[in-house]
């Protein structure tokens, strides 16, 4: 009890930093959501979803309809939709039975009035249109709706539901409450463990391949209905190492697996690639025929052919339960790797998945939370403190949750909750400055002038960043970095709280996404990312600004033509918002700083910035290198150490340069020796 005591606490700290003090129900609603799906997206428990609030109550020819988000499979077979009750109290409540039956009711009335084309007579102009009209459409290949209860209470027994039919559609129910997401949040859902026999009537024939010190390798040949039986039963979390969702049965290469399935299915070995999978562990029997036989798996997961397999079950399936095709004579080669040590997996898995031979392309998008630069960021934020803000005794860190659960997995290493090592650490590391990778291509996006990006939602605008970083390269991470992302994530932060203080109805994240890059781009990306980072807040004058701009920021996406949150996703609405002459403030820019703060990508750029912005401090510092090492507790070269910090501190980044390539200093020790000054200025 004591775990979900805490959950439930961070939880309420979570929706509040995403919708703000004294915010109404529909936001904190939206903002529960919103932080249930990142954790679902995270494990593959629900893809690609727009948060959509629509509630109506019921009248004659239409029934009560509530909703919080929605989601249609690429290939239109599976639609997801979500209704949420958030309590947000401080204490663990229970949500009866009437209240879920009540709230899955409302949703199934959502999808009624779709179906029977309710949304044709509301104005074109509501978002509920859109939604309906997109759901509508993809009547003739929908087969399964699942329907999704989230909520921050205790469901206490869930076995007196009836679940209820709709012609056609296989309608699947579930429900997340505070138990389950804490389960979710520790990876407690239990592993998928196969049993081929009782799945397919007998063993997978196979043949035993390589082998090393870290895995073994097979090669199975499975039954094509047997992919689909299994596919059918776990989904997507067969799927959760498989980096892409299914694309499309429309799409060029999976056209021609459809193809292949219904009219040569005994050439569909020959054809097709096959699939890539790992597992934990296996069990073999002989067959009678002599072959190796694989019996078990535990872990199963399908790291690349996440086409081929929804390719077949769709097939098998039919599209709305109709046009089924016959899989019975295709055979699906499957190389399974089963890794000797569970460690190897973040690092083998990634490497399976880029190297594998695919059909379709895999971006590095795909891949973009493993990379360079969010490790970087991660290390770097357990590594440097923020200066002390207004009303926080001592240093404290930014967290960045690369990883989700990271921050409660080594909070939890400290101890319990009474704990003095717990408590201490909760000093170091407060929740209310974690941040996570869909909030950091939140920051950097709406700083890039993207804001119509940021305003597609957390999973698609992350989705986005990744794609920015893969076409443009990865930016080098230095301190400058880091402290720069945390100064965008004040930046944004504090323009939603200005926000509130207008007291405005509705479009707050569009209005505080479309604020922040008009001022980037206004001020040429002047705003003092260094002073930020040094106060941890802004300047009253900018504050200011930030009020007028978000004003006009949500009166220009209030008055879009037609549905305005879909609107402010267009670059068309941000670039005629960006062209806009605000009156601001007298004297607004007197707090700008005199250059640019951009993103650098080539590690010279970065250093080259960074040794601008600090040598500046140490121009007349009574220390030698020695003393600096000393104050550090760093080491940079010891022939070096007897010199004085202004020696050079006084040179600039060319003379820098070329008196190290003199003294036969490696270029990399450039860089410690400004992580030194760096760490220095912070003591100044």
Known sequence: MEELNELLADIRQEVLVKSGEDAPQEYLESSFTEWVLELLAECNEANGW????????????????????WALSGDGAT?????????????????????IKKLYKQLLGFLQRVREGFYAQSDSTNAVFGVAKRINDAADSLSTVRV?????????????IEEESISGLDVRYVLWDLRKLSQLSVDERGEIELDFKEEAGD??????????KHYKTYLAFMPGQVLARIYGKYGQRLLERNVRAFLSPTGKINKGLQSTIKEEPERFLAYNNGLCCTAASVEFEQRPDGQLGLVAASDLQIVNGGQTTASIYHAHKGAGGKNRVDVTKVMVQVKLTVLNRQDDLNEMVPLIAKYANSQNKVNAADLAANGTFHRDIEQLSRKIPAPPAAGLQGLSHWFYERARGSYKDERADKGSARDKARKEWEKLYPIERKFTKTDLAKYENAWAGLPHLVCLGAEKNFTKFAERMEAEGEPQVSVDTFKHLIAKAILWRATEKLFDTLELDGFRSNSVAYSISWLAEKSERRIDLDQIWKDQRLTALMCETIKVVCNLAWEHISRQGGNQNEASKKLACWESFRDKDIALPRNWDQDLAKTSFVTANSEEEVLEAAWNRVRGDFLDDSRTIEGLEANTSMQWEKKQRRKSVPSFATKSWTELRKYCRAEGIAFKKIRTLIEMLEIAAQDR
């Open 203 to 212: 063993s997978i024939p196979c043949l035993i391949g390589g082998t090393s």
């Open 79 to 99: 639609l997801d939709l979500f209704v949420t009750f958030y309590d947000g109290g401080k204490k663990i409540s229970n949500l009866g039975q009437t209240e």
């Open 148 to 160: 999704f209860l989230l909520t921050d209470c205790l469901v206490p027994n869930t076995g007196a």
């Open 50 to 69: 727009d948060l959509f609030y629509y509630k109506a109550e019921g009248k004659k020819g239409a029934p009560a309809a509530k909703i919080n988000a």
